[in-house]
């Protein structure tokens, strides 16, 4: 009676060729992948602004990109605008309020600051920079 007889396992030419292509193919799905996974992640340019008709002020803080673009980071970046100009310049701001404006490219962020710049400086407003907040 004859047993069974498991296949030949592959002599040391085939394991080397076997292990090269799978190898091979592993360099190139990770060179597919790989400009995928160094993509910059998505931005949103933002300014915050509060205007005070009384005084005939407006608090403007220069654009800048954030690294996020929920509608979280934007309130808790107006948060932080709202706490800057209630300290430096005695204003009552609320903290809850929308005061950034988010923007999908750093183009159009910087047209629409100009804009409002421009309206303000129109109807007579003293236009203060909050700077760094």
């Known amino acids: 009676m004859t047993g069974y007889r498991p296949p030949a396992r592959p002599t040391g030419m085939c394991r080397r060729r076997c292990l090269m292509t799978f190898a ?3 360099m190139g799905m990770l060179a597919v992948v790989t ?3 160094r993509a910059a992640p998505p931005t949103q340019s933002v300014w915050c602004s509060a205007s005070d008709p009384a005084s005939q002020r407006l608090f403007i803080s220069h654009p800048y990109q954030l690294p996020m673009t929920s509608r979280m980071a934007l309130y808790a970046y107006g948060g932080r605008f709202a706490r800057t100009v209630n300290l430096r310049f ?7 309020g929308a005061y950034c ?4 490219t750093p183009h159009r962020a910087a047209t629409a600051h100009a804009d409002l710049i421009g309206r303000q ?3 007579d407003f003293q236009i203060i920079s909050v700077g760094i907040f």
């Open 24 to 26: 091979g193919a592993g």
């Open 35 to 37: 400009p995928f996974a």
């Open 90 to 96: 005695g204003m009552h701001l609320v903290l809850e």
């Open 101 to 104: 404006h988010g923007f999908s």
């Open 121 to 123: 400086a129109a109807r």
